[in-house]
């Protein structure tokens, strides 16, 4: 029952990936850690997770951002398996907390029209509290999308952009965490669900105005803060 539980959630966060650029971690994420551990779970979804942006990019890799996106990508790349390294024997609850409430009260303000364009720094930062999330929770996508939102970057061509950034970040993270153990059948199971649910996605995605997509990412991004949280309390 628990991995038929997980096959919905990976079926729904890759239709909300498809849609919003982000999505999948947050709501397949907390389920596959259930099923798996926390660690192996974090390797699953990053497997899953690199499918969904293939997927993405497949049809709308012309609108990738890469000016945009470079540095702060640069900055994950480097910095995952040193995260990785450092984080491996530390007990990282205060580390999620902390870093689930940055991507709330950033999401917030972003909504809520405060945020301001913070150039290299703020890209830098943003890089690093994506690879942090990655490394502890599979969950790069909240601090780069808030981030991107903030820096009023072209939403049109959000949801490309942050496929590229993600897919280069789950590879790096893969190499540097090692491939999950899983069996063939929960295997199969899982991305037939995700086949799926991006299916479905994708032909709701030319469905969704620009206004709705930005609410939809910047709740999302909310949502997997408050999770993040609560995962470090419980």
Known sequence: MTLAWAAIGVAIGAAAQSVSGIGFALVAGPLLF??????????????????????VLVREHRSVMVRQ????????????????????DVDTRALRAIAGAVIVV???????????????VGGAVAGLASATMNVLASAGGPAVAVYASGARWDPTRLRATLQAY?????????????????????????????????????????????????????????????????SAIV
Do not use: D, K
Not at 106 to 120: D, F, M, P
């Open 69 to 88: 996106v470079l540095p702060i990508g640069a900055v994950a790349l480097i910095a995952t398996p040193l995260l990785a390294y450092a984080l491996a």
């Open 106 to 120: 950033g999401a917030a303000l972003v909504a809520a029209g405060h945020a301001r364009e913070t150039g290299t």
């Open 166 to 230: 993600f897919l280069a970040l789950n590879v790096v993270t893969l190499l540097t965490l090692g491939l999950p153990s899983w069996s063939r059948q929960r295997a199969a199971v899982l991305v037939g669900c995700l086949v799926v649910g991006s299916a479905v996605g994708a032909l709701l995605s030319s469905r969704v105005s620009v206004r709705l997509a930005r609410a939809v990412t910047l709740s999302l991004a909310a949502a997997g803060g408050f999770a993040v949280m609560i």
């Open 34 to 55: 259930t099923v798996f551990g926390p660690r192996e779970g974090v390797r699953v979804a990053v497997v899953l997770s690199m499918i969904v942006n293939i997927g």
